[in-house]
Nanobody, 116 residues
Framework: QVQLVESGGGLVQPGGSLRLSCTTS????????MGWYRQAPGKERELVAT???????ISADSVKGRFTISGDNAKNTVNLQMNSLKPEDTAVYYC??????????WGQGTQVTVSS
């Protein structure tokens, strides 16, 4: 069992920045892949970015150059730094932990709203 707690969402103007954090109940070294996903109203949940314990990252084309995923092993935390935010980034952002045996755990989600 892995508990995930997200924080850092909120309301920001276009062009602004937010930093999301996901803290896990287990060492992130024990988790195969940590990731951030998002779901906008009326749309399917989509991948934003993922990171492995060795630091290998993958990002969606829509966020490349603007969002950065990073891990803090000492704090069992994965962060998503979001810069140059756009209204289309508005969504509920979810943290996901995928274990080596394939099972996944999700956080409760945090709302990000980009609006003037």
């Amino acid at each position: 069992q892995v508990q995930l707690v997200e924080s850092g969402g909120g309301l920001v103007q276009p062009g602004g920045s937010l930093r999301l954090s996901c803290t896990t109940s287990r060492s992130i070294f024990s988790i195969a892949v940590m990731g951030w996903y998002r779901q906008a109203p009326g749309k399917e949940r989509e991948l934003v970015a993922t990171i492995t314990p060795r630091g290998k990252t993958i990002s969606a084309d829509s966020v490349k150059g603007r969002f950065t995923i990073s891990g803090d092993n000492a704090k069992n935390t994965v962060n998503l730094q979001m810069n140059s935010l756009k209204p289309e980034d508005t969504a509920v952002y979810y943290c996901k932990a995928t274990m080596s045996f394939g099972y996944s755990y999700w956080g409760q989600g945090t709302q990000v709203t980009v609006s003037s």
